[in-house]
């Protein structure tokens, strides 16, 4: 099913929902401009994102983002540890919800 070349398909949603698009572009181009943070900052923090739902859109598309943003392997390694830990910490803490109080 995961096939970069269905990323072409998109051009679907612009022809059917043009101005919901439009808008989602640029607030999608002014999240990853860089501000208060720097650009390979939000883009390993998507990647972070992109673990944790596990995209592999986002995934491929993330990491080239961070790399050439400059990000390093042990960037990229460190972020994959932070996107497990939150997920295994989100499980750890959900589970009290299996025990009556």
Do not use: I, W
Request: aromatic fraction near 6%.
């Amino acid at each position: 099913m995961f096939d970069m070349k269905n990323l072409n398909r998109l051009k679907k949603l612009d022809e059917n929902a043009p101005e919901a698009m439009k808008s989602f572009r640029a607030f999608d181009k002014a999240a990853f401009t860089e501000g208060a943070l720097t650009v390979q900052q939000k883009q390993l923090m998507a990647l972070a994102v992109a673990l944790t739902t596990q995209c592999p859109y986002c995934l491929e598309l993330h990491t080239k983002a961070a790399r050439d943003a400059g990000a390093t392997d042990a960037q990229l390694a460190e972020t994959a540890l932070v996107a497990a830990a939150m997920r295994a910490g989100a499980a750890v803490t959900h589970a009290t919800h299996l025990f009556g109080g």
